[in-house]
């Protein structure tokens, strides 16, 4: 591949220059190809990177270049999003098909070319596109530049450890069953612990993940929830656990028995093998306190082994909290606070230039077809986003008319009771409508769920940016009372965070990074739903404000 070739000689001389020492290029080969795979005692075909599941882990440094060449082997559209990567000017290389690119198609490759400028933590990589990344998913793990120090004592070893789900049955099937009825799809057969349900499920033989630990040692879990559609909670018997990162950024540590952890969620925290001796049960259990809502209400298990144990040696068990456990998930919630240290600081956009507000949730519209007349719905200010069939990125930067148009509402088209009486209509209006800001501009934007058909908790992913969450309550947000109990100082940074079921989030970010950015409940059925929308920054000034133009081998649709 010529270009590649050109890309590697530029990057090689770049870091022939000693202010860039540090800067590498990684190069990684992902070929989608299918695998049968055993678990819960049966065997079927599943799509996978390299044949892995979870897929290969991207290892990389602050600052470095990342090139990743995807060969798609399967009879499946694919493309891989790298998610919280911010792709400062390189929004080609982001991954959600039709929204920044056409997806590979069958036969087909594609580079993903980026730089992990700034960044250092857990992210992941997974598919965007159809629901194939239940199974096509992996780890990031982002150094920090050499000779840099984690803020915290360096942990004797670091282990990735990815929360997921499984179905049975193939899970493009599911979701195709579930839009054709007009209902909701099947919930999974089990959660997975690095893609095992464990040693307590309804297949034990298979056994399960096991960290092997020394007593007095200190590890780093880099945990991701990269199951479809539950939020996890996560536990080790015996152990607490002390939180030190979220989502790519540092936080200021904290001790906790459980972590919630969202779909689309990374969290780093330190387990300190404390006791002389043993097995120690890991637990992940869904939370969701809809109780209207059905949930697979597995618990996946791994163990926790100290070095010197006998195989024979009882499992000390754990119980994780039930599925409704609100004050556990909420408890986890307000602990979180950004590190903003001097090395770390927290950059708050203090003045807002876009004040939004969001109301999230489903609604109900008529389907012909559909065993009930009607089909489930989801919508951001009452519009079910609607997939173009080219990408929005392609039609932004070619300036492609009747793709989409950039009336998005910045607030919902009527103001009721969101979290208390439902109002009698339930429709929403389908859309391909996009929110347009300047570059660098400031957002606020209140995300609020609503009690149409059910509340429910909706962890809501932004694409391109880390964003800070200055606030959030239950019930309707009052924009007169609650900006005052902001917390502009040290809010928790993310990428994907957890609405309050029947509550709200406020959250604010700089539009410094031009392109087409996606926003998304990350809850694959809500997104299938049509629980999304984009933002387009226009580019600033000059080159180093602006996209670049796209690579010679994007797909074409
Ligand atoms: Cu992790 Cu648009 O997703």
Known sequence: MEVVRWIRVLLLVACLFPASVQCMVREYKFNVVMKNATRLCSTKPIVTVNGYFPGPTIVAR??????????????????IHWHGVRQLRTCWADGPAYITQCPIQPG????????LAGQRGTLWWHAHILWLRATVHG???ILPKRGVPYPFPKPHKEVTVILSEWWKSDVEAVINEALKSGLA????????????????SSCPSQGGF???????????????????????????????????EVDAAYVK??????????????????LSAAHATGKYLVAASPFLDTPAILVDNKTATATVHYSGTLGSTATTLTVPPPRNATPVAANFTASLRSLNSKKYPARVPLKIDHSLFFTIGLGINPCATCVNGSRVV?????????????????????KIGGVFTDDFPGNPPVTYNFTGTQPANFQTNNGTRIYRLPYNSTVQLVLQDTGMIAPENHPLHLHGFNFFEVGRGLGNFNSKKDPKKFNLVDPVERNTIGVPSGGWTAIRFRADNPGVWFMHCHLEVHTTWGLKMAFIVDNGKGPNESLLPPPSDLPKC
């Open 378 to 398: 989801a919508d951001i200010n009452n519009v079910t986003f609607v997939m173009p069939t080219i990408s929005l990125l392609q039609a932004h930067f070619f």
């Open 210 to 244: 096991k960290l092997p630990v020394e007593s007095g040692k200190t590890y780093m879990l880099r945990l991701i929830n990269a199951a479809l559609n539950e939020e996890l909670f996560f536990k080790i018997a015996g152990h607490k656990l002390t939180v030190v």
């Open 253 to 270: 540590p904290f001790n906790t028995e459980t972590v919630l952890i969202a779909p689309g969620q990374t969290t780093n925290v330190l």
């Open 62 to 79: 602050e600052d470095d270049t990342v090139l990743v060449k995807v060969v798609n082997h399967v009879k499946y559209n694919v493309s």
């Open 139 to 141: 780890a990031i793990v």
């Open 108 to 115: 087909q490759n594609y580079i993903y070319n980026f730089t």
């Open 185 to 200: 799809p099947n919930v999974s057969d089990a959660h997975t612990i690095n893609g095992h349900p464990g040693p307590l």
